[in-house]
């Protein structure tokens, strides 16, 4: 009782912060323009009020960033003058900024709706007796066809949408204009004139802004999306459930599971390319020079990025084309003795190519320093990038089983 018979200016003089934002709250939480902002009919009473008291927190800084408040006062407001600038000017002003900021593209055709309906002569004003209760109010103001008479019946609303479920939808017209040419201009004008026009033909009964807007925009491809967070709880505004939907999204980062199979596969797949070396160690019967061909011929042929001929292969070596086919087919048959799963061909591939490449790199340097003559080894790969040629590949995949 106490709050109540303190008036704007005396609460304002006596800096009660408190005092003022709950009037400012009950003031909001009885503005129309609030209520439809939120579907206040299907809401519970927890979330209107967590609705309000956003709403009153936000417009009370956004009055006191301006200095509206002392304004007020140095200005010589009285508790009325204040109550009507807030009700009919700093609460509106505030909803058409949040609609802007949602529903960019639904608030710009509503406002170009209202702007036809009142200046296009295909439309024309209607006179009612509740006209002065409404006064100034334009979503309540009622048009109608040119040519109507001024005592045509309305119909009821709730009549409306079923009878104009017969027009058509428009297309997006994608065309973009306005500053910084972004914005898409979803229809021209003349054929949203055109719309309105069709539309009011199909109710035939004169409608206020606000229904004709309701209806416009279910005929138009209007996408008013916006990015929130990820880790953000989805609120419906149309739902009566308190409980804030949670969306868990999928973790794309490997389990520990996966990590500890990942690497019990590298370990088995270096322990196996460890296994075919020395095969092939045992295959040339542990002689040096005839291992040193066969790790070459084997490189060139199937993990050489140059993918060269077998006669160039032969030129290189310093060998016969016989004798390179004859290294390649040892390499094969060992090859072909090699058990692997589907997971484990890419990662046994990259791990022995890698040590094939150290083998033959650790050969050179040791015949180097035997022979000062390096040419015929002046072809061993520099690099531990990992490419099969596509020649190559598909004979040794032919061998898995």
Not at 20 to 27: E, Q, V, Y
Not at 134 to 145: A, D, F, I, M, P
Not at 325 to 350: G, M, W
Not at 377 to 383: D, G, T
Request: glycine share 2%.
């Amino acid at each position: 009782m106490y709050e109540k018979a303190r008036g704007w200016v005396e609460v304002l003089s006596s800096n009660d912060a408190y005092t003022l934002w709950g009037k400012l709250f009950k003031l909001i939480s009885k503005h129309s323009a609030i209520r439809n902002l939120f579907e206040s009919r299907t809401a519970s009473q927890d979330s209107l009020k967590d609705f309000y008291t956003d709403i009153t927190q936000d417009l009370y800084l956004r009055l006191y960033e301006k200095d509206r408040w002392h304004y007020y006062l140095d200005a010589g407001y009285t508790d009325a003058d204040i109550e009507h600038e807030l009700y009919h000017i700093e609460a509106p002003n505030f909803v058409s900024l949040l609609l802007r900021e949602r529903h960019p593209e639904a608030y710009r055709i509503a406002r170009r709706i209202s702007q036809l309906i009142q200046t296009r002569p295909e439309f024309q004003y209607y006179t009612r007796a509740t006209d002065a209760e409404h006064k100034g109010k334009l979503v309540l103001q009622v048009y109608g066809l040119q040519g109507w008479s001024q005592d045509k019946p309305m119909k009821s609303y709730q009549e409306l949408h079923e009878l104009a479920k017969d027009v058509p939808c428009r297309g997006r017209d994608r065309r973009r204009a306005g500053r910084g040419n972004s914005p898409h201009i979803i229809i021209s004008s003349s054929d949203l004139t055109d719309l309105i026009a069709e539309i009011f033909a199909a109710i035939d009964s004169p409608a206020d802004v606000r229904i004709m807007r309701s209806i416009v925009l279910s005929k138009l491809p209007v996408e008013d999306s916006r990015f929130i967070s990820i880790d953000a709880a989805l609120t419906s505004e149309r739902t009566n459930d308190p409980t804030p939907l949670k969306v868990d999204f999928a973790d794309q980062r490997p389990t520990p599971e996966e990590i500890l199979l990942e690497h019990e596969i590298a370990y088995q797949v270096d322990s196996l390319a460890e296994t075919v070396l020395e095969k092939l160690r045992e295959v040339v019967r542990y002689k040096s020079k005839r291992y040193n061909r066969l790790t070459r011929v084997a490189w060139h042929c199937y993990f050489d990025q140059s993918s060269p001929s077998q006669s160039k292969i032969a030129r290189m070596i310093g060998i016969s084309n016989s004798l390179v086919s004859h290294y390649r087919k040892l390499f094969d048959t060992i090859l072909q003795e090699v058990e692997l799963d589907a997971d484990q061909c890419l990662p046994f591939l990259n791990a022995f190519s890698v040590k094939l490449e150290t083998v033959i790199i650790g050969m050179a340097r040791a015949h180097n320093q035997q022979q000062r003559e390096p040419d015929a080894y002046r072809s061993v790969p520099a690099s531990v990038e990992f490419t099969v040629a596509a020649r190559s590949m598909a004979a040794v995949a032919a061998t898995y089983r």
